[in-house]
T-cell receptor
Framework: AQSVTQLDSQVPVFEEAPVELRCNYSSSVSVYLFWYVQYPNQGLQLLLK??????LVKGINGFEAEFNKSQTSFHLRKPSVHISDTAEYFCAVRVLGGNTPLVFGKGTRLSVIA | DGGITQSPKYLFRKEGQNVTLSCEQNLNHDAMYWYRQDPGQGLRLIYY???????QKGDIAEGYSVSREKKESFPLTVTSAQKNPTAFYLCASSIGGAGETQYFGPGTRLLVL
C-alpha cells in the first residue's frame, strides 16, 4: 500500500519570502506524484505532477517541485509567496499502470503574512 | 463549460435520515471518486468507480452507498448507519490512466441537525 506524509501541518511565512512544503511517500512500486491546492470552501486544483523525465517539475502560480527517488520525497517550493497563496496544499501519489485513486497526505496549511 | 458539479453546496441531515449528494460531470471521464474531508485528516476515499455499473469500496465505505448507472453521474448516499457524517464531501473524476489528473468538484458540506 502507498502512503504520504506531509511533515508540516501548518507553515506561516511572510509575504515575498520563499517557502518549502515537505512531502515524503512510501510505496513498494513506482508511483506518480501530485500536488494540489485547496482554497477555503472549494474543491482541489492541480498545481503540478511528476510522471517521468526531469525531476524538477514546474507548475502553475510559480510553484515547482523536485522528485527525489532516493529520499522518496516530492517537496513543493516557491521562491516568493503572495498573500493569495494562502491555502491548504495536498501531496498525493498514485500507482503506475492502473486507474486506482489518488492517496493523499493530510495537508499543509500555508498562511502568508503581510 | 466542462466540469464537475456537486449539489447542494450545503446539506442538513436529521438523525436517522438518509441523504443523497449529487455529482455530475460532463468531461466524458470514465472514472469517478468520492472523498470525505475532515479538518487535519486530509482526504479519505469512500467509493470509486472506474466504469459504468461497477464501483469499489474505498478506505471508509461503511455507512455510505453509491450507484453508477450513467457515465456522467455518481451519487453518494449517506445512510443512517454513518454515525458521524458531518464533513466536507468532494467528488472527482478522471480519464483512464494512472498519470491522468483527477479533477474535483466544488464540494458539499454536510451538517447534522
Amino acid at each position: 500500500a502507498q502512503s504520504v506524509t506531509q511533515l508540516d501541518s501548518q507553515v506561516p511565512v511572510f509575504e515575498e519570502a520563499p517557502v518549502e512544503l515537505r512531502c515524503n511517500y512510501s510505496s513498494s512500486v513506482s508511483v506518480y506524484l501530485f500536488w494540489y491546492v485547496q482554497y477555503p470552501n472549494q474543491g482541489l486544483q492541480l498545481l503540478l505532477k511528476y510522471l517521468s523525465g526531469s525531476t524538477l517539475v514546474k507548475g502553475i502560480n510559480g510553484f515547482e517541485a523536485e522528485f527525489n527517488k532516493s529520499q522518496t520525497s516530492f517537496h513543493l517550493r516557491k521562491p516568493s509567496v503572495h498573500i493569495s497563496d494562502t491555502a491548504e496544499y495536498f501531496c498525493a501519489v498514485r500507482v503506475l499502470g492502473g486507474n486506482t485513486p489518488l492517496v493523499f497526505g493530510k495537508g499543509t496549511r500555508l498562511s502568508v503574512i503581510a | 463549460d466542462g466540469g464537475i458539479t456537486q449539489s447542494p453546496k450545503y446539506l442538513f441531515r436529521k438523525e436517522g435520515q438518509n441523504v443523497t449528494l449529487s455529482c455530475e460531470q460532463n468531461l466524458n471521464h470514465d472514472a469517478m471518486y468520492w472523498y470525505r474531508q475532515d479538518p487535519g485528516q486530509g482526504l479519505r476515499l469512500i467509493y470509486y468507480s472506474q466504469i459504468v455499473n461497477d464501483f469499489q469500496k474505498g478506505d471508509i465505505a461503511e455507512g455510505y452507498s453509491v450507484s453508477r448507472e450513467k457515465k456522467e453521474s455518481f451519487p453518494l448516499t449517506v445512510t443512517s448507519a454513518q454515525k458521524n457524517p458531518t464533513a466536507f464531501y468532494l467528488c472527482a473524476s478522471s480519464i483512464g490512466g494512472a498519470g491522468e489528473t483527477q479533477y474535483f468538484g466544488p464540494g458539499t458540506r454536510l451538517l447534522v441537525l
